[in-house]
């Protein structure tokens, strides 16, 4: 008995956990049903809210479209009336055909503006001074001769472009403009006429094209170059205002030596296409030689060169242009002199 009486003892506590164990277990379920069941009502009512929401503004929508509001008295009451209309395939192709006529008109339009801009400042600088080319015989030829581009413009590799100086063409991406800017240069305002005619040149290069401004003199800081030009500029309009804004605060000073500028246009990290040159000076007899050597270093680029006026030394421009497969041209002063 006593051994009976301790084994219901010992089994008592272990009845009472399960008993508890499958308390908390009924009470759990019972939480989770209650959930499920409060989540599947819910669900109900936002049913059943856009069930009664939906159709109900639909047909709010609807009446209000028809209400009329009358205006302030006195006015007329103006219906608005939205009128659809199918055009037939012929109208459309005529009124496609109409609207680019008129895109072609103001295109025209356009053009005929620039060029009339192109001619009167051609106009201009005609009535100002003469442009002789000197041919390497050094005679002068024939009135429409030249075209104003040499037969050995290069195009280049890959895309590219024009532009002109006083009247001499050239294709590629990278034109150089090697300057005058000795004391001379003030005389008959030919820097003056430089300036404008490098503002003419570039005006209307597209940005893909790029150029490098070296002016020279024998002063200490030549070549003088634009603060901002590090290698070669592209040419969109800020940078085109930039050179121009930079050139008129320019003072031309001192003598004439331009190899400092043609060597540090030919160290840049791509050799330019075109260089114009010009200069008003004679020019030390070496430079020529310096030039070639220069030249030869690399692809051949061609030296486009102008005498400015009665005291430029025109014999090695001629050699310099030669050479390089470029041309000299001898720039007339105000008055007709040479």
Partial sequence: MAHQSETSQ?????SLDDATSRLHHEVSELI???RRHRHARLRKFILLGCAISIPFHLLLIFYLAFIRIPGPPGLPEVESVIDFAVLAE??????????EIDEIAAEDTEIEDALSEMLAEEAEDLSVASVTEIDDSGSVPTPGSSSGFSDSDSAGTGLSGSASFFGVGGRGRRFAFIIDMSGSMQEDDRFNRAVRQLRQSISDLPDFITICV???SSGAESPLKPPFQKNWLPMNRRNKQQVIRWIQGVSPENGTEPLPAFRQIFKLEDRPDVVYFLTDGAIPQDTPDRVSELNAKGRPVIINTFAFGDQAD????LRIARESGGKCKQIGLPGGRP
Avoid at 10 to 14: C, F, G, K
Avoid at 90 to 99: A, F, W, Y
């Fill in 10 to 14: 010992a089994s008592t506590p272990d």
């Fill in 32 to 34: 989770l049903e209650r």
């Fill in 90 to 99: 012929s109208e459309l192709q005529e009124m496609e055909v109409e609207l």
């Fill in 214 to 216: 070296a002016l020279f």
């Fill in 314 to 317: 025109v014999a090695p421009l």
